[in-house]
Nanobody, 120 residues
Framework: QVQLVESGGGLVQTGGSLRLSCVASGSILSFNSMAWYRQRPGKLRELVAIIRGRGITDYPDSVKGRFTISRDSAKNTAYLQMNNLQPRDTGVYYC??????????????WGQGTQVTVSS
C-alpha cells in the first residue's frame, strides 16, 4: 500500500506564493511519475503539473511560467512551487503518483487534497 500526504496549502493574497509538498510512503520500487491536480469550485479535476521518471516536466498553459514541480527522490517527496497566484487558482490541490510496487508494475495513488485559496 502507498500513501500520499500533502501539505502547504492555505490562504494567500493575489500575487503571493505557496509551496505544496507531497510525501509518498509505502512499498514503492520506483516512480513512473508524480503530478499535481486541482479541482476548482464547479470544475472538473485538472492536471497542473507533472514530473516523469527522468525528470521531464509538463504544465498546462494556465500555469506555465508560474508553477514549478520538482522532486526529491531521496525523500520520496514532490513539491509544487506556485508563484503569482490568482483567484482563479483557488481550489483543492491533489498529489498523484504513478508507481511500481512489489505487486504491481503500475498503480496510481492520490493524496487527500489540500485547499488553496487566493483572495483578491
Amino acid at each position: 500500500q502507498v500513501q500520499l500526504v500533502e501539505s502547504g496549502g492555505g490562504l494567500v493574497q493575489t500575487g503571493g506564493s505557496l509551496r505544496l509538498s507531497c510525501v509518498a510512503s509505502g512499498s514503492i520500487l520506483s516512480f513512473n511519475s508524480m503530478a499535481w491536480y486541482r479541482q476548482r469550485p464547479g470544475k472538473l479535476r485538472e492536471l497542473v503539473a507533472i514530473i516523469r521518471g527522468r525528470g521531464i516536466t509538463d504544465y498546462p498553459d494556465s500555469v506555465k511560467g508560474r508553477f514549478t514541480i520538482s522532486r526529491d527522490s531521496a525523500k520520496n517527496t514532490a513539491y509544487l512551487q506556485m508563484n503569482n497566484l490568482q483567484p482563479r487558482d483557488t481550489g483543492v490541490y491533489y498529489c498523484n503518483a504513478d508507481v511500481s510496487t512489489p505487486t504491481s508494475y503500475r498503480d496510481e495513488y492520490w493524496g487527500q487534497g489540500t485547499q488553496v485559496t487566493v483572495s483578491s
